[in-house]
């Protein structure tokens, strides 16, 4: 390590250059003023050059005084704000996360029920995305979507996603309940953009050939998607998480029992290396809640 002069010499010249002052120097730095004087002097001694020049009644730099000055004042000023972020950051109760808009209106949003009851003083504010995540270093916590094949680096698989069939309790295909999987290629099918897959997996667990991409109501939202299908507008194939609270209700039904897994899989990231204590404990809860998810 390089050998620099001491942190105190330089805060003392700082403030003295500022007033021109050994006493106003010694006022703000709580300290005497023979006290600043010899930390100044003990800094001109490790430079080996003069930074002020002494008057009878005041002070004034030196040329290379003037020229030390400002980069002595940007190296405390760095210091000051790193410190206090370190300091604001351990002293905050606040958690930011980022979380798929569908996930966080169903699964997330009893998580942070159950959170609050037992640390109201905590404050959690969510970002929905919609396919990509905020900014990056905008949440603490962050759930996406991932393929199983690519989930990034450092992300935590949260639980295995199962697909369910749904469809509204009367729906009918060609005016006759839907009972039998064969009706499902003559069925209106609901599709979630960028997910055709879950009508694939779908066609190859119930043995139908193919369906047709074309047709059918579309979104790139999996709740709206669950929500037209509660609407007898169609049959949706969704993950099993994002239907479970209409299942309950009773607005959905499931036509056919299934056990499909999902390649779509919701994975967490933990931003910062050194978390708040109050990003720990979100983080702990967080992590026990999909624990108990079932697939």
Not at 39 to 55: A, T, Y
Not at 97 to 123: K, M, N
Not at 182 to 189: C, M, P, S
Not at 222 to 250: E, F, H, K, M, N
């Amino acid at each position: 390590m390089k050998h620099l002069p001491h942190l105190t010499f330089l805060r003392s010249f700082e403030a003295a250059a500022r007033h021109l002052s050994f006493t106003a120097a010694s006022e703000e730095l709580n300290c005497t003023q023979s006290a600043v004087s010899n930390h100044v002097r003990s800094l001109e001694e490790f430079i080996g050059r003069p930074l002020f020049v002494r008057l009878p009644r005041a002070l004034a730099l030196t040329e290379v005084g003037e020229a030390y000055l400002p980069s002595v004042r940007h190296a405390l000023q760095e210091i000051d704000v790193a410190t206090e972020a370190l300091l604001s950051q351990k002293r905050r109760r606040e958690v930011v996360v980022s979380c798929p808009t569908s996930l966080a209106s169903v699964w997330l949003a009893g998580v942070l029920r159950d959170f609050h009851i037992t640390h109201p003083d905590i404050l959690v504010t969510v970002h929905g995305t919609v396919w990509t995540d905020v900014e990056q270093d905008v949440s603490d916590i962050s759930i996406t979507m991932d393929h199983t094949d690519d989930i990034p680096d450092g992300a935590v698989q949260l639980w295995d996603e199962r697909l369910a069939l749904v469809c509204a309790p009367d729906f009918k295909v060609d005016g006759k309940p839907l009972t039998d999987p064969a009706q499902l290629v003559r069925a209106r099918r609901i599709h979630v953009l960028g997910r055709p897959i879950y009508w694939e997996l779908m066609a190859r667990h119930f043995g139908i050939k193919s369906f047709e991409a074309t047709g059918g109501l579309k979104t790139d939202v999996s709740t709206i998607g669950a929500g037209l299908a509660a609407q007898g507008l169609g049959c949706a194939a969704l993950p099993r998480v994002l239907v479970r609270p209409y299942l309950d209700r009773g607005d959905l039904v499931e036509p056919f029992q299934t056990d499909i897994r999902n390649p779509w899989v919701y994975c967490a990231r933990f931003k910062s290396r050194t978390p708040t204590p109050s990003v720990r404990l979100f983080k702990s809860w967080l992590l026990d809640a999909a624990g108990r998810m079932e697939g």
